[in-house]
Every structure is written in structure tokens, then in C-alpha cells.
């Protein structure tokens, strides 16, 4: 692969902003909540399922948006949390939204031990990643696939940017896509606040992720040609192996 991108703390200045957009976010959120929430009482069986999706997932908004209304300070809420639930319910939500016309390919390590993280913002930073590459397909030629895999590397030692220190991060977690690639020009930008190059777009999502993925511990990474994006998520787990060091 041609370039690498790695984590940059850029998403600092997210801080600013954080309080505002939560403020504005949470009044609409608890209307979508309470309507979800009266139908499910309400509608059928077969809708019901969908009314508790909305729910839910104004449930992780409202989350997310606590979260960004302490931006940073707060030390995160930490469980094992089991990555294959957390793809899965990814994959799902993806194709019953945004993903329905892109083929998935999933490709896991059933042995992995569980992410020392938080289940919900690893929820997040996943979807965020699965939204750019489902929008950089259908940007595209509209259909593509997208690969969720993860592996356990036990003895491999990671380079943390900007110091000569090197981390254990047994975990990964590979996002990629087949769609166009990413551009020269923002490639440096990738992780900063606000760069976008949707009409549509907050460019935040990556920004966020890199803040989430730092406060883990864990390191991101982009790898990008034409025809194939990498974004590669490097995790710390609960439990290590007897005799690895
Ligand atoms: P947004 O998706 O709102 O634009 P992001 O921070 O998620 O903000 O992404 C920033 C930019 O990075 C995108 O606008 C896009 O140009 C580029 N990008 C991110 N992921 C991909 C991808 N998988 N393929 C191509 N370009 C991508
Ligand atoms: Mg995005």
C-alpha cells in the first residue's frame, strides 16, 4: 500500500463545538425517543422489533452526546467487551440502513479475547467507519463490498507516533472497503475536526473515532489506494496469554 496514515491527536478542538451540538442534539433526540418508545406500544409485532431499534439507537445518541458534553476529561467506563457482538450488530444496523445494497465479507478470529474498551463508543467509532466505506462505494460506482475482519497478533509491537515508545495492541480490527481510495490532498487532514469532502458530511466522524480509539489506548490506521481503503483499529484486550509478554 502506497501511503499510511497514522493517529494524530487532532481532535481537540472538537472540544469547543461539543457542548453546542449536544445542547442542540438533545431536545430533537428525546422527541425521537419518546415516539419510538409510544410505538412500540402501539404498532404490531412485526414493526415493534423496528420501534425498539429506534429507541435503542436514540438511546446511543443521547449516549454519545453525554459523552461530547464532558469531551475528553472523563475517564471512559471500561468492560470486556466481545468485538464479534459488537461487528455484528454493526453489520446489521448498517444493512438494514444506509449498507442494504453492499455485500459484506466477514472474516474473524473466533479465539479473540475480549477488548478492554467500552462497548458502546466501540459501537460508534464501527459504524462511523462502515458509513465512510459505504459512502465512498456508493459515491462511487454504487456497488463494492466491505470487509470487517479481526485478528489476534501476539507479539507484534506498534510504533506510537510521535514518541519512540512501542505498544502491545494484540487486537485488530481491519475495516475495509473497495471503493475509490482516498485523496492525496486529505490525507494528512484525515483525523482533524470538520474535514469533509461530502456535501453532506460533519467530518467527524474519524475524528471522533481517533479520540475514542486514543482514550482506549488503541491506535488507528489508514491505508488507502484506488480500489481499496484500510482503516485498521489496534486494540488493547482484558486478559493476555500465559507466557506472552
Ligand atoms: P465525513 O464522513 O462526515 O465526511 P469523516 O471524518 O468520517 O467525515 O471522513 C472525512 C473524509 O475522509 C471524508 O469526507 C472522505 O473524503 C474521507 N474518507 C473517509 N473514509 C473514507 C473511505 N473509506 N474511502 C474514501 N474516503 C474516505
Ligand atoms: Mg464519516
Not at 29 to 58: F, M, P
Not at 147 to 162: D, E, Q
Request: aromatic share 4%.
Amino acid at each position: 500500500l502506497d501511503r499510511q496514515m497514522t493517529f494524530r491527536n487532532a481532535a481537540r478542538s472538537v472540544s469547543g463545538m461539543a457542548a453546542i451540538l449536544a445542547h442542540e442534539v438533545k431536545n430533537p433526540l428525546s422527541g425521537i425517543r419518546g415516539a419510538a418508545q409510544l410505538l412500540e406500544s402501539t404498532v404490531v409485532e412485526n414493526d415493534r422489533e423496528l420501534a425498539v431499534l429506534i429507541r435503542e439507537e436514540a438511546d446511543r445518541i443521547r449516549a454519545l452526546v453525554e459523552r461530547m458534553e464532558m469531551f475528553s476529561e472523563k475517564p471512559i467506563e471500561r468492560r470486556p467487551v466481545n468485538i464479534h457482538r459488537v461487528l455484528e450488530h454493526v453489520r446489521l444496523l448498517a444493512q438494514r440502513g444506509f449498507a442494504a445494497h453492499i455485500r459484506f465479507i466477514e472474516n474473524y478470529d473466533p479465539s479473540l479475547p475480549p477488548v478492554w474498551g467500552n462497548r458502546d463508543q466501540l459501537v460508534q467509532v464501527l459504524l462511523n467507519l462502515v458509513k465512510n466505506a459505504a459512502e465512498a462505494i456508493t459515491a462511487d460506482t454504487g456497488s463494492g463490498e466491505i470487509t470487517l475482519c479481526t485478528a489476534y497478533r501476539h507479539s507484534v509491537r506498534l510504533a506510537v507516533p510521535g514518541s519512540d515508545q512501542r505498544m502491545h495492541l494484540p487486537l485488530m480490527v481491519t475495516v475495509r472497503d473497495s471503493g475509490p481510495g482516498i485523496s492525496e490532498s486529505i490525507r494528512p487532514h484525515l483525523f482533524e475536526p470538520f474535514l469533509t469532502t461530502k456535501v453532506t458530511g460533519t467530518g467527524l466522524g474519524l475524528a471522533l473515532a481517533a479520540k475514542i480509539i486514543g482514550d482506549h489506548g488503541g491506535l488507528i490506521e489508514i491505508e488507502s489506494r484506488p480500489g481499496r481503503t484500510d482503516v485498521l483499529l489496534h486494540l488493547p484486550v482484558l486478559v493476555e496469554d500465559e507466557g506472552e509478554q
